[in-house]
């Protein structure tokens, strides 16, 4: 699929495609850079502390040793690290942000220090996620959920639960389950979100 500047415009991303690909290149290269060079583990489980892997395992990579699932794992490594790159080169700066919800740049760091809103590091710079905003303005009661979620939890974990459909989220009946981005954004009320989040 092309992504045009127009396809971009149309979900409220004001940077070009250009410039977003530029900041997926820089910071697969920061990612790149930062691993170990010419080393082979065997089990690379031995290389994480029990509270490591449980972070990494939330954020979908399960690390196990050569002969025992490594290329698969490799695959999970690759498919979290290009969805990772991907949330972070949609993501708003402090200053579009600030845009966005008619605030000042410093309210917007209140908000983050306050766990009222989303943020993840891009080289020195914060980035927050577009889960969490709405075409005008950020997405109702969002807050009150993202204060739930554990300071540890791992971002692409924290953006494929609020993006993916959640078996417990039903809008009606009859219909199909919902992510709870979309079941903030139809009106649902926060707290039946706060159990699952907690939980994430």
């Not at 699929?1 to 409220?12: A, C, H, I, W, Y």
């Not at 000042?104 to 983050?112: A, I």
């Amino acid at each position: 699929m092309s992504v045009t500047q127009k396809d971009l415009g149309e979900r409220g991303i004001g940077r070009s495609l250009e410039e977003m690909l530029g900041e997926t290149r820089r910071m697969i290269a920061a990612s790149v850079e930062s691993l170990p060079v010419g080393r082979v583990v065997a089990d690379p489980r031995g290389e994480f502390t029990e509270q490591e892997l449980s972070v990494l395992e939330r954020g979908g990579i399960v690390l196990s040793g050569r002969g025992y699932g490594g290329s698969r794992s490799a695959e999970q490594l690759a498919s979290t690290a290009a969805r990772y790159a991907a949330l972070l080169a949609s993501a708003l700066t402090e200053a579009e942000a600030a845009e966005l919800l008619g605030v000042s740049e410093g309210r917007v760091r209140q908000r983050v220090a306050e766990g009222t809103l989303y943020v993840v590091r891009a080289g020195k710079e914060r980035r927050l996620p577009r889960f969490q905003f709405a075409a005008e303005g950020e997405v109702a009661h969002v807050g009150e959920v993202l204060r739930v979620l554990a300071a540890d939890a791992h971002p692409v974990s924290v953006e494929r639960w609020f993006t993916e459909p959640d078996p417990d989220l039903y809008l009606s009946e009859e219909g199909d389950p919902v992510s709870p981005r979309d079941w903030l954004l139809s009106g649902g009320l926060p707290e039946a979100l706060k159990l699952l989040a907690a939980e994430l």
